[in-house]
Structures are given as C-alpha cells and as structure tokens.
C-alpha cells in the first residue's frame, strides 16, 4: 500500500539521523529563527499592524496629552472671571434699587462668556468639565491610531496642536498601505479558509459513503483491481479555484456579524440595537461620523480602556472579515459572468 | 518573471468591471492584470448597452468602441450624480423638520436658563461675597452646559442676534448633497449627522447600494490616472526593475503631494480664514477618506466644486496608494522567502548533513545580497532564491484574487 510505504520511509529517515545533543546557544538560536519565521508569516502582519498602532497611541499620548488639561484649565479661569465681574457689578458699580442697567451689563457679560465657551467647544473641542478622563489617554490614542490608518476617522478626538496635525500626515502616509496589505494578506487567507471549510461541509456530500464503501472493501478479503482501488481511496480533491461560495453565503456572514456587534454594543453602551447597528455598519464601512461613539457615555472608571481595546480589536478583524467577504464575491460574480460571457460569444459565433 | 514590453508599475484595478482581474503571481514574478473580455464586451456590461456593438461589422468599430467607452465613464458617473442627489434630497426631508424643532429647543433653553440666572443674582443680593461667588459659579456652571449643548447642535450664533431657527438649519439642499457625497464616499466628516431613526435607517440602505458605485466610479477615474503612469522615460529602461518600481512609487507619492498642495491653495483661497498648513491638513484627511470632520469648508456656494475636487482626488489616491501598497506586498514577500529558509534552518537543526547544506545555500544567499554587485545581478540572485523557495507553491493553480477593498482608502 503506497501509504504504508511512505509511512515506513520516513519513518526510517528519522531513524537514521539521530538527533544531536543540542546545547542551550542552539536552541536559543533555534528559538530565535524560528520566533523570526513566525515574525514575517501572516500572523507576523497582524503583530505589525497592532505595533505599529501602539506606537502610534505613544506618539499622539505625547504630543496631545499635555494639550488637554490647559484647554480644561482656560475655561474654569473665565468661568471665574465672570463670576467676579458679575459680583463687582452688583456689590459695587450700580444702584441696587435701578434694575436696567444693571441687567444690561450683566446680560453683556454673560453673552461674552457664552461667545468663549462657544468658541472652546467648537475651536479647541472642550468637553466640560464632567467629562473627567483624557481622551488621550493610552486607549483613546489607540483607538485613534487605529481610526486613522483604517480612514475610519471618527472626529470625536481630534489632534489639536500643529505637530500633532503633522504627526497624524506622516502617521496615515505609512500606515494606509500597511493596513491595506493587512486588509488583502488577512483576506485572501480568510478566503481560502472559508472555501475549505464550505466544501468540506457542504459540497463533500459523497466523500462519507465512498469512505465506508472503501472502509467495507478492506476489510473484506475482496481483491481490488488498481483502478477500483485508486478510485475508492481518492478524496475528492480541494481546488481553490474551482469553489465558489454563493453569494447570499457571504452576505449572510456580513449581516452576522454586524448583528452580533450591535448586539454586544447595544448592551454594554446602552444603545438601542438600531443605534448598535448603525454604528458598526458606519464603522466597517469605514464612513465613521463619530456621532455615536463607544466610551462617550460612560464616566472613567466602568472599564472604559477595555471597552475601546475591544472595539478596536472588533474593527480589525470586521474590516478583514468583510475584505474576505468582498474577495469571494467578487470571484462568485466574475465566475457567473464569465459563463454568461462565454455562452454569449458563442450565440454570436453561431449568428455569424 | 515577465519583462521588457510590460509596464513596470504594476496597478490592480480590480473593481473598475467585476471583469477586469488581476491574476496573483507566483512569488517574485510580476504579471499585469489580466482582462478576461475585450473592452467592448465588458462597457455594453457596464452600461447596459445591448450587445449591438458585438455585432458591429470591422468599418466603424474603433469610433464606436470609443464612444461606447466614454459613454460608459460619463454614464456611470453621471449615474452616481443622479443617486446622491437623490439621496440628498431624501436626507433633508427626513431630517430637516427634527433638526428645526431641536433648534428651537435648544434656543428656548438657553433663554430660560439665562433668564434664570438673572432672576436668581438678583434674589440673592444679601448673601456674602463669598456665598455669593460659589453660587455664581454653581450656576454659571449649568449656563455653560446648555451653551455647549447648544453649540454642538449647531446653535452657532448668540440667540439675541435674532435669527430664526430655520435659517440655521444646517440640512439645506447643497449640505444634504454634501453630506450624501461624503458617506458614498465614505469620508463621513460628521459635522452633520442624521438623528432621526428614518434617517439612520435610510443611511444603511442608501451607503449599502451606494458605495459599491461610488467605488467603481473612483476605479475607473483611476484607471485614467494610472494609465498615465505606466509610460516612463527610455533612459529608465536600463535601470533595474526593482530600482525602477521604487522610483515610481516615490514619484506617485510626489505627485499626490502635489496634488493635495494645488487643492490646499485652492481651499485657502476659497475659505478665507484657513492658513495653508490647515488647508493642506483638510485635503490630506480628505484624500484619503479618514475624514474627521473638524475643519470643513463652511461656505455652502463651491460645495459642488469642493465635491468634484474629492472625487478626481480619490481616484488619484487610491491608486497611488495602492501602488505604495504593492511595493509593501513584495518587499514582504522577500522577507517572507527569507523567513522561510530561516524556519527550515530551525527545524533541521539536528541533521547535521541537512544543516550543514542549507547553511551553504543560506550564506550562499547573504553573500550574494552582500557582495555589491551589479544591482541586475543581485536581483537575479533574489529572484532564483525565490522562486526555489516557492516551488512547492508553484504546483498549486494559481489564484485569481480580485480584491474590491482597495478604494475604502
């Protein structure tokens, strides 16, 4: 039996190299080779993108952080600025008993104070004061590092400073095509999987019965002409090529998986299953308003860091998830065209 | 690997016709994309022309392969025209009565809140200074809440400068077109945002037809631009392919920076109170659809010019970006193949014999990365070892990969 032979074979071929005591300065070595391999695989692209994310959330905690507490700072100072004006007009400047121009200069000042809160929030992106945590924190960079070289872009953070600007140019200039060869690596890998894993369920109906049939054959002392035997034993064999998963296949994976985002989403921000849905459709298509949010409602301190690491490992394998999607639809449409194109050709050779 | 005629940058155009393909190389070879129909068949597909122009005798082909060819460019795009406006249209319908009535809201309450800030001083006339001073603060404090609110939903102006509600709607017809452009476009500034449940639900439906469109729109445009590049000068022709790939992209990348410079200027013209560098920074996260949303032009008159502008743009940047994308992708696979000889090295490590060969063959190869010569001949170097490298690849048929994703840049 040709199995048996190869079995046997190798079997022997380890028999005759006997393996060498290896001393600790190998097997570091060997570790280290193979660490390296392991490196530059596909996993090793996966390791890149995340790395290349953090030292991106290092760079923008740095430039961006310190912002943040002088604009919060700038505000309260008005804040009491007025609060002090407001006193000096009322104990002081004018007759308490005449009422009009008191309230005349009163309402002045106010206005003045609102035209600068107006300009903070719009300008320099002041939250108030009740949003206590910095939005540049580790995981908020992270998560912006992240909307940045997926061009989702939220807008809810923002860099404020020049360099921070400046940094964010260079940052995208590198990481667009970094994640755009994550997106095609990861995807045609996901592709190939979901192929095999379709024929294996679905389009290897025969496989089980021919397998028993062999299984019956063997046992039995029945002799087996060469042909019969190769026919039996022969698994129908996996061609990437010449699977196709079907459309609504894929689409129904896509609609899967935005359905469980706005599922989790829904529950841990409070968001209807609308709002979830919306949310992760705008993320994944990478459109990303920014209106909703996660981490926006929620006060420091209820896990908030966990919550945006876990929205952005949610975007890393959606976005590869729906690449994958894309690539085997893509192959299913070209394949259906291509019949339909054939076909046509030869109506027309037929008119001709 | 092929060479001569064939250009050398190498560009997928993948979603350009769901016809025109891209075969995936074995590694190290470079193959250009590969159309499976000829022109005319796949623009009758695109434009729904019927097969007429199969039938066509030999005399006037080529001049109705041309129009049928530009019918298909103007058509699809003045399709995706069609839909956005459309989609404007729809938006601000949905939209637009909401956003009066949270206006007026919002109005009303920051009047009541100052009222009863004014109200409450003159109450507590009695009080301390220094009682006083925390009560100031205390109430100050929800007088900056609901203007913050305010601002955000776009009450902009101070209410005392009497304008209605309704004039400061931001949903007006060329906005609602704005913004239905930026979500096909996925950009999706989100300066404005649909609120209400219809909205967000028409958003779905509309991005969901819409972006695959907009994406073969900005293919093609691509492919326009790409077109242009894939003539280089004849005193290139002597430079290593590896040289020259790396130059083009250099170039491409030049050229984008140019691009978004022009725009830049144009924009500062246009806006008025952007500085240069702010201007270069809008058009930069524009290009490249990340599209934050904290600077955007303000003046609703060039909407439409600042539209064609992204469009043109977004076509030029995917493809450049693309052709970056692809310079990563081989150098990749370089260090991949190298990678590869580095586990094996690993995995013998007890066969003595084994190690000792494909130590050989591995000094053999840094040697030779080493040794400078000429560049023709260390590429040559790289690539037997590739192709060694991958033999048993070889075997397996090879892979049609059409990858959409790339204009989600």
């Known amino acids: ?352 | 690997m092929l060479r001569g005629p064939s250009p050398p940058i190498l560009v997928y155009f993948y979603p350009r016709s769901p016809l025109a393909c891209h075969v995936e190389p074995a590694i190290g070879s470079i193959v250009g994309p590969v159309e499976l129909f000829s022109d005319d068949v796949r623009s009758s597909f695109v434009m729904g022309i019927e097969t007429e122009t199969l039938l066509d005798t030999k005399t006037d082909r080529s001049w109705r392969k041309r129009l049928t060819k530009f019918l298909g460019h103007t058509g699809l795009f003045l399709l995706l025209i069609a839909y956005t406006v459309f989609g404007g249209l729809v938006f601000k319908a949905l939209e637009h009565p909401t956003e009066v009535a949270t206006l007026e809201e919002h109005e009303a309450l920051v009047k009541e809140c100052r009222s009863d800030f004014l109200k409450s001083i003159s109450k507590n006339r009695e009080a301390s200074e220094r009682e006083f001073l925390t009560f100031l603060d205390k109430q100050l404090n929800t007088y900056e809440q609901a203007v913050q609110n305010a601002a955000r939903g776009g009450l902009l102006v101070p209410i005392t400068e009497g304008r209605q509600p309704a004039d400061l709607a931001r949903w007006n017809n060329l906005q609602a077109i704005f913004f239905a452009s930026t979500v096909l476009t996925t950009i999706g500034y989100g300066n404005i945002v649909p609120v209400t449940t219809g909205g967000r639900t028409f958003c779905l439906l509309f991005a969901l037809i819409g972006i695959p469109l907009c994406v073969s729109v900005i293919a093609d445009l691509g492919s326009i631009v790409a077109n242009r590049f894939t003539g280089l000068p004849s005193w290139l022709e002597k430079v290593s392919t590896t040289v020259k790939s790396l130059l083009s992209a250099l170039v491409a990348l030049l050229l984008l920076l140019l691009y978004i410079s022009v725009g830049a200027l144009l924009f500062m013209f246009l806006e008025g109170e952007w500085s240069f560098f702010e201007s270069f920074y809008f058009c930069f996260i524009t290009m490249t659809t990340i599209g934050f949303g904290d600077l955007v032009p303000q003046k609703p008159e060039y909407m439409l010019l600042c539209t064609v502008y992204i469009l043109i743009g977004l076509g030029m940047t995917s493809t450049i970006i693309e052709i970056v994308r692809n310079e990563y992708a081989k150098s990749w696979k370089r260090i991949q193949a190298l990678a590869e000889a580095l586990r094996k090295l690993a995995e013998a490590g007890g066969s003595a014999t084994e190690i000792a060969s494909l130590q050989n063959e591995f000094i053999q190869r840094i040697t030779m990365t080493d040794n400078n010569k000429s560049p023709k001949q260390w590429e040559n170097a790289v690539d037997t070892i590739v192709r060694n490298m991958s033999k048993p690849k070889l075997k397996e048929p090879k892979i049609v990969q059409i990858i959409i994703y790339e204009t989600s840049v």
């Not at chain 1, 032979?5 to 005591?21: M, W």
Request: charged letters at 20%; glycine letters at 8%; hydrophobic letters at 40%.
């Open chain 1, 1 to 352: 039996m040709p199995s048996e032979t190869v079995a046997s074979r190798s079997s022997s071929y380890i028999q005759e190299s006997p393996r060498r005591e290896r001393t600790w300065g190998q097997k570091i070595k060997d570790g280290i080779r193979t660490f390296l391999a392991f490196m530059f695989s596909n996993v090793g692209i996966i390791c890149l993108v995340v790395g290349y994310t953090i030292a991106g959330s290092f760079v923008f905690m740095t430039i961006e952080g310190s912002v943040h507490n002088t604009r919060t700072h700038k505000v309260a100072q008005e804040r009491n600025k007025t609060a002090e004006k407001l006193w000096r007009l009322t104990c002081c400047e004018y007759n308490p008993l005449v009422e009009d121009p008191w309230k005349s200069s009163a309402n002045e000042s106010l206005l003045a104070f609102q035209r600068f809160v107006v300009a903070a929030v719009l300008e320099q992106g002041y939250e108030g004061e009740d949003y206590g945590g910095n939005r540049w924190s580790f995981s908020g960079s992270f998560l912006y590092s992240l909307t940045v070289i997926t061009t989702i872009g939220y807008g809810n953070v923002v860099p404020r400073t020049e360099w921070g600007k400046l940094a964010t140019v260079c940052y995208a200039i590198v990481g667009l095509p970094l994640f755009l060869l994550y997106l095609s690596n990861i995807g045609s890998i996901l592709a190939q999987t979901c192929k095999w894993i379709y024929f294996k369920c679905f389009l290897c109906t025969g496989c089980k019965a021919r397998r028993q049939a062999f299984m019956i054959r063997q046992e039995s002392d029945y002799e087996m002409s060469i042909e019969e035997y190769l026919e039996l034993s022969r698994a129908p064999e996996f061609k990437p090529q010449a699977v196709t998963v079907p459309i609504t296949l894929c689409l129904s994976i896509i609609i899967g998986y935005l359905y469980g985002g706005a599922v989790l989403f829904a529950r841990w921000e409070r968001w209807g299953l609308l709002d979830g849905a919306y949310f992760c459709f705008i993320s994944l298509s990478t459109i990303g308003f920014g209106d909703i949010v996660p981490g926006d409602m929620i006060k420091e301190g209820e896990g908030i860091e966990l919550k945006f690491i876990f929205c952005s490992m949610y975007l890393l394998l959606g976005m590869a998830l729906i690449a994958m999607c894309f690539n085997l639809m893509q192959e299913e449409v070209m394949h259906k065209l291509k019949v339909v194109g054939e076909g046509m050709r030869a109506v027309f050779r037929c008119n001709n």
